[in-house]
């Protein structure tokens, strides 16, 4: 290892502070002389001819995950401070801690320096040896192609999170033919999943902030993590000024500190439990006629006539290649069945006879299938009291002021002042119908798409998957690695979890092929996924794995061959949206200095690598794809396909192409960094008004597919536990971790800390510092009667009700008031053990989690949800 690190001590933030006080304190004495940086050694060379430059640089924040606008601040070159850039619409000129802390991250001494090659066997820590790029970019590309030659799809590439999708997801991946997964299953994939789905678009939920008058927080880590789509800042800075103007919340989540000061009413709700919840709401709703009939039997299949076999009743309308099978409603007006849209009067409710079969509108199946999702029922099984399930319906269905109207900028929209913030809450077993249930709240009073009502993706451009799940296909073995068009996930993320389960047992899913190659793009799927096991075993499978990432992860030291050291923040990448929801706005992440060491930015090094593979130049090649995906094509800007390119250079055509005239300076220049196309217009905003209302989707209440798809299921032989959350409305059942035995008393949640991005900073000395490390949250009620006081050793013992297999971990009490008495939480960032500064930070709960069967929800995605035992000590 000695050559993977300079030998540097561990170091913290006092340490560093206090250098970079020292630094500025002989800055005088030091002026004389430029500290550069040679093979990594600090190297003072004589400037008397000039004292030190400072000039500033805009860039973009790296680390976190919406991209924040920076300001770097340089001393002859070496950035020395990172700050908010203040004309980004999503942070205006603020950082979190991460931000600020990230200057850490790009001066670790302990980065990886040079391309590395392994020298030991696999399964256990490296041991390395120093290389070339060149050496090391060959052996990648003789390895990836030895496999391309007989399937490019053998060869997997594996994103954690990609921070220029037009460069690595679409132009490596497509130009090389090879296959994808990415992170999502872990994070909010189960919800994303639901609403392309339900509604069409790509995300989960979010309220309109600017107007919405009353917000459900259901499961929204307010003041420690981000929600749909951005990181923490652009959220709770939207949310604090509603809270100024009136906005109430209602805080649903089994852990109140989440919420801070920011919720009028906690309901400590069961985990799992979600799904129950939202029904109740719906029938609560339903029962009070806090109903939007307009918007249910015009942009939702709502009205459908639903025959008994639950197949909508349907016609075909057209000719030749026009025809299409449209759904039938009951038109009041005529007393007969017509196409939906050739009505003004189609009937919401009822029972009707069609050619002599008795047909039901799906509203008024849903009526039926939540008549006995009473408060009562709910409270049960959410733990929560009847009458608060009711008033929060109440209040909903009250605050929606169902028929009113709004007008914003010019345009007179619904105004429909409720909705739900909800993201990470969605990876539970149950998390694709869940969702589905959950964005039914607003749907029944209208809210979807309204002025301060339920919003989802920034626009309503309707997502590929709407049309995709219209009609899910069920095919036979063999399958792909994947699970596609399994009888096992027919709606399917793409996940991890099902690859590693595919990995370790590929007869039993009946799959033939397995990838033989991957290349791991910043992920660490050893440390951030849940159920360890599972990823060590899985890994050994690999004939070959290269990583591209700025440190030894833990998954490159048992499995790498070659890792590929990246630049952090010191790179270009983008283009990048730098939209608020309410302002369009674009930037770029400019390099505030040269890369360190030996590292390079991803782009230059795919770029390499797609030269030595041969799919950098023509018309299928990388560049090929860059322009595509960049819209370069048709323009004087348009990239040659015989030459590769500079990469400022690329982002130089590309921003010509914007209609900017100074091109990739204007993102160079501290005064600009963010070029702000305006103001969002309510057309983009509101599905009322756009164009076509709502991007021409019909809202699906109903979900004939998903029904469809259970009974392909059954037929060809899946287990219950696969088909069973095919159903065409949500259905509640009680999750799969409830069968472990009952001295398991305790759900085990793992949450996001503000101090922390995923797993790749909590080696930060800064950040460190703030959120030192890993601890049991246990409620003080609870800690007592097991003898439990606040700092004591505990072990933690989680059960697979599915095939009884128990883990453990050792960590440390820390007991709060603000959650429930039968769930305990763990901070997610921690468990590693390849970085100096990760000692002593205490385990990660992902040791302990588990997945596959039970624990992934029927869409591939990961469940965040295990029952634990809890006893003091360490254990045995």
């Known amino acids: 290892m000695s050559e993977v690190f300079l030998g540097m001590p561990t170091i913290t933030r006092r340490t560093f502070v206090k250098g970079t006080a020292a630094v500025a304190g002989t800055a005088a004495v030091a002026s004389n002389f430029l500290f550069r940086s040679l093979d990594g050694v600090a190297v003072a060379q004589d400037t008397t001819a000039a004292g030190p430059v400072e000039d500033f640089v805009a860039t973009t924040c790296w680390i976190g995950k919406q991209d924040c606008g920076m300001i770097a601040r340089r001393i002859d070159g070496r950035v020395v401070k990172f700050e908010g850039n203040p004309t980004n619409p999503r942070n205006v000129g603020t950082l979190c801690p991460k931000g600020q802390g990230q200057i850490q991250a790009m001066y670790d001494p302990n980065r990886v320096k040079w391309p590395l090659m392994r020298t030991n066997e696999k399964g256990v820590s490296g041991e390395w040896r120093r290389a070339t790029w060149d050496e090391a970019l060959d052996l990648v590309a003789e390895k990836v192609n030895e496999v391309r030659a007989r399937d490019p799809k053998m060869v997997l590439w594996q994103k954690g999170r990609s921070k220029a999708k037009d460069f690595y997801d679409d132009a490596f991946v497509k130009s090389t033919g090879i296959s994808k997964v990415g992170h999502g299953a872990f994070c909010s994939d ?47 800075r939207h949310m604090v000024k509603a809270r100024d103007r009136g906005m109430k919340i209602t805080h649903l989540d089994p852990r109140l500190r989440s919420a801070g000061p920011f919720a009028d009413t906690w309901l400590p709700i069961r985990p799992g439990t979600d799904l129950a919840m939202a029904l109740a709401l719906c029938h609560e709703l339903i029962r009070r006629d806090y109903l939007d009939r307009p918007y249910l039997t015009t942009y939702t299949n709502a009205p459908f006539l639903i025959k008994a076999d639950g197949t909508v009743a349907r016609v075909t309308v057209g000719e030749g290649e026009e025809a299409e099978d449209v759904g039938l409603v009951w038109d009041e007006a005529s007393g007969a069945a017509v196409p939906f849209g050739d009505t003004d009067t189609p009937a919401l409710e009822g029972e009707y006879d069609l050619d002599g079969e008795k047909v039901k509108t799906a509203f008024q199946l849903f009526t039926e299938h939540v008549a006995d999702a009473t408060p009562e029922w709910a409270a049960e099984i959410t733990g929560l009291d009847a009458e608060q399930i009711r008033t929060v319906a109440g209040e909903f269905g009250e605050q929606a002021q169902i028929g009113s109207t709004l007008v914003v900028d010019g345009v007179e929209v619904p105004y429909r002042p409720v909705g739900i913030m909800a993201y990470h809450m969605a990876q539970q077993e149950l998390g694709f119908q869940t969702a589905r249930a959950m964005t039914m709240v607003p749907m029944l009073v209208g809210a979807v798409g309204a002025a301060g009502g339920q919003l989802s993706d920034f626009t309503w451009k309707i997502y590929k998957n709407y049309a995709k799940y219209e009609t899910l296909t069920v095919e036979d073995p063999p399958y792909d690695f994947l699970l596609n068009k399994s009888k096992y996930f027919p709606i399917n993320t793409g996940s991890p979890a099902v690859l590693a389960g595919v990995m370790n047992d590929p007869e039993r899913y009946g799959v033939e092929n397995l990838p033989e190659v991957a290349i791991l793009h910043m992920v660490n799927p050893l440390n951030a996924f849940p159920s360890q096991p599972d990823y060590l075993k899985s890994y050994h499978k690999f004939k070959f794995v290269a990583v591209i990432s700025p440190w030894l992860s833990e998954t490159a030291d048992y499995f790498a061959d070659v890792v590929l050291p990246a630049a952090t923040v010191e790179k270009y990448e983008g283009p990048t949206s730098a939209t608020d929801q309410y302002v369009d706005a674009v930037t770029l992440r400019i390099p505030p200095m040269e890369p360190l060491f030996e590292s390079r930015g991803e782009i230059d090094i795919y770029m390499d690598l797609c030269e030595r593979l041969g799919t950098l130049y023509g018309e299928d090649g990388y560049l090929a794809v860059v322009n595509k995906e960049l819209k370069l094509n048709d323009t004087a800007f348009v990239l ?54 709502f991007g021409g989707a019909i809202h699906r209440l109903y979900g004939e597919s998903l029904l469809d798809a259970q009974q392909q299921m059954k037929a060809k032989g899946a287990d219950e536990i696969y088909w069973q959350d095919y159903t065409a409305f949500p259905t509640w059942r009680p999750p799969t971790m409830e069968a472990s035995p009952a001295e398991y008393e305790f759900y085990l949640l793992s949450y996001h800390q503000i101090e922390h991005k995923q797993s790749r900073t909590s080696f930060i000395p800064m950040l460190a510092e703030l959120a030192p490390g890993a601890y049991l949250d246990i409620n003080p009620q609870t800690a007592d009667r097991l003898g439990i006081a606040e700092g004591d050793t505990v072990t933690v013992e989680s059960h697979n009700a599915v095939t009884g297999e128990t883990r453990r971990l050792t960590t440390v009490a820390t007991l709060l008031d603000s959650i429930r008495p039968d769930t305990v939480a763990m901070p997610h960032h921690f468990g590693m053990w390849t970085h100096p500064q990760n000692k002593n930070q205490g385990p990660s709960a992902n040791e302990i989690y588990f997945t596959g069967e039970g624990y992934l929800a029927n869409t591939g995605d990961q469940s965040f949800h295990v029952k634990v035992k809890v006893t003091k000590g360490g254990g045995a």
């Open 190 to 236: 189960a919800g994303y999943r639901a609403l392309e789905y339900t509604l069409g678009t790509h995300a989960v939920l979010h309220p309109d902030f600017r107007h919405c008058n009353y917000m459900l927080s259901w499961g929204w880590n307010i003041t420690n993590a981000g929600g749909n789509k951005f990181c923490w800042l652009t959220w709770p």
């Open 640 to 693: 040659p396909l015989d030459t590769k390119p500079e990469v400022r250079h690329i982002f130089d055509q590309w921003a010509k192409s914007q209609g900017i005239d100074e091109g990739i300076e204007y993102f160079e220049d501290p005064q600009k960094g963010v070029y702000v196309k305006g103001p969002v217009s309510p057309n983009k905003i509101y599905g009322y008004v756009a164009d076509p209302p």
